[in-house]
Structure formats: structure tokens, C-alpha cells
């Protein structure tokens, strides 16, 4: 990779619902990060394609990361997304209050067959990652086999699970998530059961050299999934020290969004205007008490950056992404329909084109973090205005501007 380096986006996206930005990228000094762009040269690619302004990206093995490089290439003008979500179960039995997905304890699993094929196609168009998501992934009979089948055409491979599952072998995984809103009392509360313990059980065993038992991990890079509420968010640091206790070395902190079950008590649920302030200073306190553990947060939730002036160039150049959606990526169903992103059905009258140019009226359209956040969260203004592509409500941004 002998090319002039124009974006290195780090790390594995297992999250089945976000490209995950790599908050630690913010805090590092302008020598470390020198440093990091000086490397990305030399990464050793597992998979490489042509743009069509003539640059290349490259998903690189170790570290791993998404390196943009080439001469001179256009903001917004590569090809395929880069990312596939991909439903491939209807099977989950847990009442968890905030599923965007359609799910019964007797769904049905996508065959084997239909999953490979889908996924040659995606290899053929471009795309660099895949994560599986369901339903619980880990009920699929095939996962396995699934996961293997998609690490040989170089893809790379995640998937998130609720930590109440059967005994798996994930050793074609990259990178395997866990979900853990809470402990205790307040994971109970916010997904409807007592499974705190068995998520952190999973996340233990997973980290093992030679994992037995649920989810045999050996020893594999392993993260956890936060949904931020108004509840997890006051208990959000003891969370993350028990997962990283438990072995996570990878956090993502996501946005509520009002879709699926979330929608019945999405208002009361949600971060207030000053808890979305502070999702940067937690992130902060995060980086700051656990140094060695990339802490993450979802492309919904880059409004809650923008909010404090954060260096705009470093976000541009570690590829910061508020919505992804029909552009970096995209999701498709258990039916195999497309949509921009997990958590927006696909319509007729919406093109990539239209998702990439994102919200242009309101605040957003004299907003300087505008061509990184897109105007926020479509799914929460298509939920709460009537418009997916009017400012998103809940950005500090446009409550300010419009008070």
C-alpha cells in the first residue's frame, strides 16, 4: 500500500447496528496519530477495491482497520458500502424492551445455502464487512459455518449476541459483541430479564484460550454493547468496569432509537438534553480509567460530539461517520431485502444519493459537522418528526437553535 494515505478507520465494526467510531482517536497527541497514518502504509491488506475516483480501500489484517489511500480522492464517491448487517434468524425468545426486530423463540433461520449465497454477492460488490445479527445469532444451527464461509472471500466477520446462548464455535469471528445494558437491577429493567450475569459469563469464556461451554471464543477480541438510556446512562462506568473485568476490550456506546419494541416508551426512555452532553465526558472518563480499551460510539450518536467542538479534521481523517446508511452501509433482512440501515425500511423514493447528502435545512445546513453527521439520526427524526431528512430533535446542536 504504497499510496498516499487519505482516511485509516480503525478497528473491527462487530455491532450489527453501527460502523462504530473510534473515540480514542480524539485524545491522542498529533504525534501519536502522525504516527498511526505513517503505519497504515505498511498494513498488510486482506482485501483491497478500486473506488470509482480512482483511490482503493484496503481492509487491513493487523491492526485492523479501513484504509482509504490513493491521489486525490472525493469526499463521498466510493463505490458499494463497505458494510453489510446482515439478519439471518427470527429465532430469539428474550422480551428485551428496546428490539428493533420482528423476533419469536420459534423463528425461522435463513439456510445455510441462501446466507452463502447472499454473501458471495456482497463480496462481489465490494463490501469489506459483515456482521450477523438476528433474532439471536447464535440460535442459527449454521453460524459456524456461515462465519467461516465469509472469512474465505476475505471479508471480515462479527456478530453480537445476547450472552444467553448455545454452545458455539466462533473461531472465524473477528470480533464477537455482547450485549450488556446494566447490571443487576438496571439490565433488568431496561431489557426485561435478569441476564447481566450470563452476559458477563459469556464474555469470560469467550476471552479463555480455550473457551468450553457456551460460545467457545479461544481467547478472541471481544466487546460489549451499551445502549445508553436514561437508566444505563447513570450506571454506564460500573457497567464497562464489569465488562472489562470480564475481558472486553472493546466498548460501543449506542443511542436509544424509536424502532420496534423501543417505540412504546421511547420518550420516557430516552437521554436527557443534559445525559446527551455528557456521553463525551463519559466517553472521556472511560479512555482515561481504562487506557488499553477502544471505547466506541455509533453513528447516531455523533450529534453528542459535534455538541462540543471536537477537531474536525481528526474526525475526517480517522473516518467519522454520523448516518452510514445506503452509503457506507446497508442492511438486509432475513427475506433478503435491502435497507439503508438497520433501523429504516427502504423506500422508493430514497436514493443512496439522497442519504449521503443527509439533512440540508434547519441548523444542519449551516452546521460545520454537517458533511460528518449528516443532521443526526434518521431513524429518530423519521420516528419523531414525520421526516426521515429534517434535523434530528435530540441533537444539543438544533435544540439550541431552535429554543
Not at 447472499?118 to 439471536?136: C, I, K, S, T, Y
Request: proline share 6%.
Amino acid at each position: 500500500m504504497k499510496q498516499q494515505i487519505h482516511e485509516v478507520r480503525l478497528g473491527h465494526a462487530a455491532n450489527c447496528s453501527a460502523l462504530g467510531n473510534v473515540l480514542n482517536v480524539l485524545v491522542w497527541s498529533q504525534v501519536a496519530a502522525a504516527a498511526v497514518w505513517a503505519a497504515a502504509e505498511s498494513w498488510q491488506s486482506r482485501r483491497t477495491r478500486r473506488e470509482p475516483d480512482g483511490s482503493q480501500t484496503s481492509l487491513t489484517e493487523s491492526p485492523s482497520a479501513l484504509v482509504r489511500s490513493g491521489t486525490s480522492p472525493n469526499e463521498g464517491t466510493h463505490g458499494a458500502p463497505r458494510e453489510a448487517h446482515l439478519q439471518i434468524t427470527e429465532a430469539c425468545g428474550l422480551p428485551c424492551a428496546h428490539c428493533y426486530m420482528e423476533t419469536a423463540a420459534n423463528g425461522a433461520h435463513v439456510p445455510l445455502r441462501v446466507v452463502q449465497e447472499r454473501l458471495n454477492q456482497l463480496a462481489a460488490d465490494g463490501v469489506m464487512r459483515v456482521a450477523f445479527g438476528g433474532g439471536e445469532p447464535f440460535r442459527h444451527p449454521d453460524l459456524p459455518d456461515i462465519a467461516r464461509h465469509a472469512r474465505s472471500l476475505g471479508l471480515s466477520v462479527g456478530t453480537t449476541t445476547s450472552g444467553v446462548a448455545a454452545d458455539v464455535d466462533l473461531g472465524a469471528f473477528d470480533q464477537v459483541n455482547v450485549s450488556l445494558d446494566g447490571l443487576g437491577a438496571t439490565f433488568a429493567a431496561t431489557r426485561g430479564y435478569d441476564g447481566a450475569d450470563a452476559a458477563l459469563g459469556t464474555i469470560r469464556r469467550l476471552r479463555a484460550p480455550h473457551g468450553e461451554g457456551v460460545a467457545r471464543g479461544d481467547g478472541r477480541r471481544v466487546g460489549v454493547n451499551l445502549v445508553l438510556d436514561r437508566n444505563t446512562f447513570e450506571t454506564a462506568e460500573a457497567t464497562v468496569a464489569a465488562a472489562v473485568a470480564a475481558g472486553a476490550s472493546d466498548i460501543q456506546l449506542l443511542r436509544l432509537k424509536p424502532v420496534g419494541r423501543a417505540r412504546e416508551r421511547y420518550l420516557e426512555r430516552r437521554l436527557t438534553p443534559e445525559q446527551a452532553l455528557g456521553v463525551w465526558p463519559l466517553a472521556q472518563r472511560l479512555m482515561a480509567r481504562f487506557p488499553d480499551v477502544t471505547v466506541r460510539l455509533d453513528c447516531a450518536s455523533v450529534p453528542y460530539l459535534a455538541a462540543h467542538n471536537l477537531d474536525l479534521e481528526r474526525m475526517r481523517a480517522f473516518g467519522f461517520r454520523g448516518c452510514a446508511g445506503a452509503v457506507d452501509l446497508i442492511s438486509m433482512d432475513t427475506a433478503g431485502r435491502t435497507h439503508p440501515c438497520s433501523f429504516a425500511p427502504a423506500r422508493d423514493d430514497e436514493s443512496p444519493e439522497r442519504w449521503a447528502a443527509g439533512v440540508l435545512s434547519g441548523p444542519c445546513g449551516a452546521c460545520p459537522y454537517q458533511s460528518l453527521c449528516k443532521g443526526g439520526c434518521h431513524a429518530v427524526s423519521g420516528a419523531l418528526n414525520g421526516d426521515r431528512f429534517s434535523p434530528d430533535p435530540e441533537c444539543p446542536r438544533v435544540i439550541e437553535a431552535t429554543v
